[in-house]
């Protein structure tokens, strides 16, 4: 059973920072893409940052691009987001994704396989 689990959410001050991981098990996916998506309250889930197979290519969007940073470490089969200077509106709960492809995508019908997600919350 392939299982992705988040970590390293929590409550932050505007300005902070926080390190999320995502640790995968059942299967390696160190031939697939990664990604993060984050969904804030009452809004729709939506693409943050992608990763693909390497590690050598990201892509992110617009509204963390400068601020977050996407890597992986395929030797522990685990992923990670570091973020900056966070802000008040990237308090969401943040899920971690794998798709069949190498290659970054920020289409969230692409990924098959999901996390259970972690809350980050950033007050102002």
């Known amino acids: 059973q392939v299982q992705l689990i988040e970590s390293g959410g929590g409550l932050v001050q505007a300005g902070g920072s926080l390190r999320l991981g995502c640790a995968a098990s059942?299967?390696?996916?160190?031939?697939?893409?990664m990604g993060w998506f984050r969904q804030g309250p009452g809004k729709e889930r939506e693409f943050a940052a992608s990763i693909n197979w390497s590690g050598a290519v990201t892509k992110y969007a617009d509204s963390v691009k400068g601020r977050f940073t996407i890597s992986r470490d395929n030797a522990k089969n685990t992923m990670y987001l570091q973020m900056n200077s966070l802000k008040p509106e990237d308090t969401a709960i943040y899920y971690c994704?794998?798709?069949?492809?190498?290659?970054?995508?920020?289409?969230?019908?692409?990924?098959?396989?999901w996390g259970q997600g972690t809350q980050v919350t950033v007050s102002s």
């Open positions: 059942g299967r390696t996916f160190k031939t697939n893409a």
């Open positions: 994704a794998g798709r069949l492809s190498s290659g970054t995508s920020d289409s969230i019908k692409e990924y098959i396989y």
